[in-house]
C-alpha cells in the first residue's frame, strides 16, 4: 500500500499542475469536445461560455461567506479549546492521521462548509502536536471526509428534492429525507465509510525509516503577527472600549440567534444563506468583541482567494455542458444500457465523470437532474434511488476534485500536488463502498 501511495504521489507531483491551471484545461477541453463531439460552432460555444461565466457569482459569494465564517467559527477560542482537548490525547501518528478523518468527516456529515474547515484545522495541529506525521497525508486525510457530506444533513441534492416547490417537483415530486440520506441502505453505506475511511489513511502513513515530511513549526507566525497586528487591546478611547465590547456582540448575537428562531418558527426550511446567517452570529457570539471577530476573519478570507478566482472558470464549463448538449450525450452513453436495478449505478459513474466539469453538486443537479428523472420513469428505476446515485457520484469525484480542496490547500500551505497522490487511493476505497452500495440497493428492490 505504501509503495502504491508513493507510486501516485509521484505521478502527481511530476503531472499535476495546481488548481487553477486545471481549471484552464478542463475549459479548452470542454471547448474541444463541444466542438468535436455536439458539433457546436466555437462562436456559439464562446458566446454560451461568456453568459455563463458570472451564472454562480451569488454562489461564489456564498461559498466564500461559508468557508471564510467557518474558519472564525473553527478557530474560535471554544472550538479551539475542544481541539486541543482532542489533539492532546493523541501521541501516535496513525492515531492523528485517523483522528484527522474522523474530525473531518463527521464535521462534515453535520455540514459541509464547517467540515471542510475544522478538519484541515485540527490536522494542522496534530501534525504540529505528533512527532513524526506525515503532513500531506494527515491533511489529505481530514479532506477525505469531505465525501460523507453526500450522505449528510447538507447533502444538496437530497435536501433540494425534500423542499416543496423545488424547480423538478414537476417531474419527481417531492422526496422526502427518510427515502433519501436517512434511508437504512445509505445510514449503513455512512457508518461504513466513517468505519473503514480513517484505518485506510491510516494504512496509507509510512512505516518507520521511510520518508515524512513533517509540517514547518513556524507555519502559523505569519497568522501570529496579523493577529497581534489587530490586537484587541489600546488606548482606553470611546473607539477602542466600543471595539472591545462584548456588549455590543452579545446584543447583536442575541439577535441573530431571535431571527433564527422566528425563521423557523414560521416553518421555513433551511437553506444556505441561514447556514451563512447562523454561521456569522454564533461566531460573533464566540469571539465575545467585534474587534476579536474582525482579526480572526482576516485569518480566514486568505483560504477563499482560490475559489474567487476558480468558480466563475467552473460556471462557464457548466454553461458549455448544458448548452451544448454535452451532458446529455455523456449520461446516455451509460443510460443506454441500464436496467431497472443498474441504472443507479450507472447514475453514479456519468455523476462522477460529469463532476469534473461540473463539481457544485447543486449546479451538477440541475444539469444531470432532468435527464436522470426521465430514465427512471421510462425504465422504472426508483427516482430516490436515482438522486442518491447523483449526489453520491458527485461526493465520490470531489475526492480528486481540485474544486473543493482548495481550502485545505490554503490553510495547510502545501500544493495540490503534495496530497492528490493519497487522495486517490482514498476516491478508489470509498469508490468500492459506493459502487457496492447502489447496486446493492437497486437490485434489492427490482
Same mark, same amino acid.
Given at each position: 500500500m505504501n509503495k502504491l501511495a508513493s507510486f501516485f504521489t509521484e505521478l502527481m507531483r511530476k503531472y499535476l499542475p495546481d488548481p487553477f491551471v486545471f481549471a484552464i484545461g478542463l475549459t479548452l477541453l470542454t471547448v474541444v469536445l463541444a466542438f468535436a463531439v455536439e458539433g457546436q460552432g466555437l462562436p456559439q460555444i464562446t458566446r454560451e461560455w461568456g453568459a455563463g461565466f458570472w451564472s454562480l457569482l451569488a454562489f461564489t459569494t456564498q461559498m466564500a461567506v461559508i468557508l471564510a465564517m467557518g474558519y472564525v467559527l473553527a478557530t474560535a477560542p471554544l472550538t479551539d479549546r475542544l481541539l486541543d482537548r482532542?489533539?492532546?490525547?493523541?501521541?501516535?501518528?496513525?492515531? !492523528?492521521?485517523?483522528v484527522a478523518t474522523l474530525v473531518g468527516g463527521i464535521g462534515s456529515y453535520l455540514n459541509w462548509g464547517f467540515g471542510l474547515v475544522i478538519g484541515g484545522v485540527v490536522a494542522k495541529k496534530l501534525a504540529l502536536k505528533v512527532k513524526g506525521v506525515h503532513y500531506p497525508l494527515i491533511i489529505a486525510a481530514a479532506y477525505s471526509g469531505f465525501t460523507l457530506y453526500g450522505l449528510g444533513f447538507s447533502a444538496s441534492i437530497p435536501v433540494l428534492v425534500a423542499t416543496p416547490g423545488h424547480p423538478m417537483v414537476k417531474s419527481m415530486g417531492v422526496i422526502p429525507l427518510s427515502e433519501t440520506i436517512f434511508s437504512a441502505p445509505m445510514l449503513i453505506t455512512s457508518l461504513i465509510v466513517i468505519i473503514t475511511l480513517p484505518l485506510l489513511? !491510516?494504512?496509507?502513513?509510512p512505516k518507520a525509516g521511510d520518508k515524512i515530511v513533517e509540517v514547518d513549526p513556524n507555519i502559523d507566525k505569519a497568522n501570529d503577527s496579523n493577529a497581534s !497586528?489587530?490586537?484587541? +487591546? +489600546?488606548?482606553n478611547t470611546l473607539a477602542n472600549r466600543l471595539n472591545n465590547s462584548r456588549l455590543l456582540s452579545m446584543l447583536i448575537g442575541i439577535l441573530g440567534v431571535a431571527y433564527v428562531v422566528f425563521y423557523f418558527y414560521d416553518g421555513k426550511s433551511l437553506d444556505l444563506?441561514?447556514?451563512n446567517f447562523i454561521i456569522l452570529f454564533l461566531g460573533i457570539i464566540l469571539l465575545g468583541t467585534p474587534a476579536a471577530y474582525v482579526a480572526k476573519l482576516n485569518e480566514g478570507i486568505k483560504t477563499i482567494s482560490g475559489i474567487i478566482l476558480q468558480y466563475p472558470f467552473y460556471a462557464g464549463i457548466m454553461a458549455i455542458m448544458a448548452g451544448s448538449g454535452l451532458v446529455t450525450t455523456i449520461s446516455k452513453i451509460f443510460v443506454d444500457v441500464a436496467t431497472p436495478g443498474s441504472l443507479p449505478f450507472w447514475g453514479l459513474v456519468s455523476s462522477f465523470v460529469i463532476n469534473f466539469f461540473a463539481p457544485s453538486a447543486g449546479g451538477h443537479w440541475v444539469i444531470q437532474g432532468p435527464f436522470m428523472i426521465d430514465a427512471a420513469k421510462e425504465i422504472g428505476s426508483a427516482l430516490n434511488q436515482t438522486t442518491m446515485s447523483v449526489m453520491l457520484g458527485n461526493a465520490w469525484n470531489d475526492l480528486i476534485q481540485p474544486f473543493w480542496i482548495l481550502p485545505a490547500l490554503a490553510l495547510s500551505k502545501l500544493k495540490l500536488r503534495d496530497v492528490m497522490g493519497y487522495t486517490v487511493i482514498m476516491m478508489i476505497w470509498v469508490g468500492v463502498i459506493y459502487i457496492s452500495a447502489v447496486l446493492a440497493w437497486g437490485y434489492m428492490t427490482h
Open positions: 482532542i489533539v492532546s490525547h493523541v501521541h501516535n501518528p496513525r492515531t !492523528a492521521i485517523i489513511n !491510516a494504512w496509507l502513513h !497586528a489587530h490586537s484587541i +487591546g +489600546g488606548d444563506n441561514l447556514i
